[in-house]
């Protein structure tokens, strides 16, 4: 099962929104709603910020949302702040029934 | 309150065995999977196992099959990741996590064990 592909860098300006993307194929990302989005700041746990394509978990900026189209998942930041600036990784739940993370993006707020 | 609290630091020889630890508390812990994430230094995470602590289903990564055992003890709350014979490039920070939201999103996550193999 190989790594979902994100792009490794993406940076915008305070205010500004950014979207990443996550690909995958018809096994993972394209055949199931369970693409989860986790935000991960140096020397910190991951922290689930998107689960089911576009659901945010109770206390998650409005800011933040998903969405899914084909293969391809995609996290939108909008209104970014200094504090978004983070790693950022796609997971889905795959055929093999089991899960596969993305490789990871670093979000850099300019 | 959910807690996921892992085992402190290892420093292990290239050969030598170990078991970290992920004790689980304020959930009943059969009722949810675990699951055990790989991050080596500077790179991504990977997941590497999970288990259903209730029947004690075990699903591996291909990646990991064979490397690693993953296991949990119901009478005390604690899932477990050991290896038999450790290698440098198992060097790491690893991670336990619980599904919470919905089963396929890992919610709650353990503080990490940071794992260095070094001869």
């Known amino acids: 099962q190989s790594a979902l592909t994100q792009p490794a860098s993406v940076s915008g300006s305070p205010g500004q929104s950014i979207t990443i993307s996550c690909t995958g194929t018809s096994s993972d990302v394209g055949d199931y709603n369970y693409v989860s989005w986790y935000q991960q700041h140096p020397g910190k746990a991951p922290k689930l910020m998107i689960y089911?394509?576009?659901n945010r978990p109770s206390g998650i900026s409005n800011r933040f949302s998903g969405s899914k189209s084909g293969n391809t998942a995609s996290l939108t930041i909008s209104g970014l702040q200094a504090e978004d600036e983070a790693d950022y990784y796609c997971?889905?739940?795959?055929?093999?029934?089991?899960?596969?993370f993305g490789t990871g993006t670093k979000v850099t707020v300019l | 309150e959910v807690q996921l609290v892992q085992s402190g630091a290892e420093v292990k020889k290239p050969g030598e065995s170990l078991k970290i630890s992920c004790k689980c508390s304020g959930y009943s812990f059969t009722n949810y999977w675990i699951g055990w994430v790989r991050q080596m230094p500077g790179k991504g995470l990977e997941w590497m196992g999970i288990?259903?602590?209730?029947?004690?289903?075990?699903r591996y990564s291909p990646s990991f099959q064979g490397q690693v055992t993953i296991s949990a003890d119901k009478s005390i709350t604690t899932a477990y990741l050991q290896w038999s014979s450790l290698k440098a490039s198992d060097t790491a920070m690893y991670y336990c996590?619980?599904?919470?939201?919905?089963?396929?999103?890992?919610?709650?996550w353990g503080q990490g064990t940071q794992v260095a193999v070094s001869s």
């Open positions: 288990i259903n602590p209730g029947d004690s289903d075990t």
């Open positions: 089911e394509v576009s």
């Open positions: 997971s889905s739940y795959t055929s093999s029934r089991f899960y596969v």
């Open positions: 996590a619980r599904p919470g939201y919905s089963s396929s999103s890992f919610y709650y």
